[in-house]
């Protein structure tokens, strides 16, 4: 089998030394070339024909963003963002992934040589993910939402007011997952049942994540607090560093929220938060599915269908990743695959 090509843009000596190592090691992965700025590297593309290519936002001559939509005009590719874990790195990262960026590294503040080392089989398996990764899917995927996002719920041919007192919605993904989630809630209306989400993202992230969610959703939309009662309307995400937990509060729900170690070797989990809303919630429940990476949360979508719930996962055409999604559908988890443009109005009717 051909080893995956992958260009390096950054413009840290160090960076491209420690991935070029990590990514060597690897077997599968040929470090074609590096470029220490997006000048040389549109030229080096031309000539490497790389499968891959990862990315820094901060470089001299132009910015990492500038030649990501450049790049994503003009010649679409898998890439993966190397970012930095702060509060302006989370907003710039999330810029790209929307701009079609497939996933990103976080690069880390301090000791960056033992850092890189110590997440390497994660890095190395975003690379795999990403030269497998649909980019024209991200392309349109984004192209659909900003059109159904200006269409109202109720040209859809669903009512907007239902009664959605006992429903709760919960929602896992991962990889594609930020700009899945943006599109799927840009259809709801503020009546719409609450919804509680799980998705992969470093805790310097969740701020601006719930806020890019916000601001797309007629829904309030926040980072979940431990003991939150969750109520219509709203969407509750996991913080980046504990699970999402869906308990009894009388016959309400809340948010609980959990510091255990990561499960499925992600905090928040997938499985953790479909795991409770299998044994709090049940039948009252709606799973979703969404693209990413792997397969979190899809044995507990079956024991939420087990325990009553009417589950959907995206289809592989629309997804970025059909990982988690595919799992559960191999599982017998899902009762609708569909598309990611028709996942809102799918909820919606069964709600109504």
């Known amino acids: 089998m051909a080893k995956i090509k992958l260009l390096i843009v950054d413009d840290s000596a160090l960076i491209r030394q420690m991935l070029t190592h990590i990514f060597n ?11 220490s700025d997006p000048i040389i590297a549109r030229e080096k ?35 993966v963002m190397i970012s930095t874990l702060t509060e302006k790195g989370a907003e710039v990262t999330l ?16 000791d960056v040589t033992q850092g890189l080392l110590a997440y390497a089989d994660e890095i190395v398996e975003k690379i795999r993910m990403a030269s497998q990764a649909k980019v024209n899917t991200l392309a349109v995927n984004q192209a659909k939402g900003m059109m159904y996002g200006s269409t ?92 999402l937990r869906v308990v009894r509060d009388g016959a309400r729900y809340a948010c609980r929220l959990d510091n255990g170690p990561p499960v499925n070797r992600h905090k928040p989990s997938v499985e953790v938060l479909f795991r409770s809303v299998a044994e709090n919630v049940g039948s009252n429940a709606i799973g979703v599915m969404l693209t990413g990476m792997g397969a979190d949360g899809a044995i507990a979508m079956k024991e939420m269908r087990d325990a009553g719930a009417i589950n ?41």
């Open 45 to 79: 593309i031309k000539a490497l024909n790389p499968d891959v290519l990862t990315l820094d936002v901060e470089m001299p001559r132009m910015d990492g963003l500038t030649f990501l939509r450049n790049l994503m005009r003009l010649r679409p590719m898998p890439v």
């Open 152 to 243: 109202d719920v109720t040209s859809l041919g669903v009512k907007k007011h239902f009664k959605t007192t006992h429903k709760v919605v919960a929602l896992g993904s991962s990889t594609g997952g930020t700009e899945a989630v943006k599109q799927l809630v840009r259809n709801l209306p503020k009546s719409a049942p609450a919804i509680v989400i799980s998705q992969h993202l470093p805790v310097a992230f969740s701020a601006s994540f719930a806020k890019h969610v916000d601001d797309a959703s007629e829904m309030t939309a926040c980072v979940a607090s431990d003991g939150q009662l969750i109520l219509p309307g709203h969407i509750y995400i996991a913080p980046g560093d504990q699970h």
């Open 25 to 35: 090691e690897s077997g599968d992965i040929e470090v074609v070339g590096t470029a």
């Open 95 to 110: 810029e790209a992934l929307s701009l079609g960026a497939v996933d990103f590294v976080a690069k880390p503040k301090v």
């Open 312 to 352: 959907i996962v995206q289809d592989e055409a629309s997804s970025v990743v059909w990982g988690m999604p595919g799992e559960a559908y191999k599982l017998g988890a899902a009762h609708h695959v569909l598309s990611l443009e028709k996942i809102a109005e799918k909820i919606l009717a069964l709600v109504d």
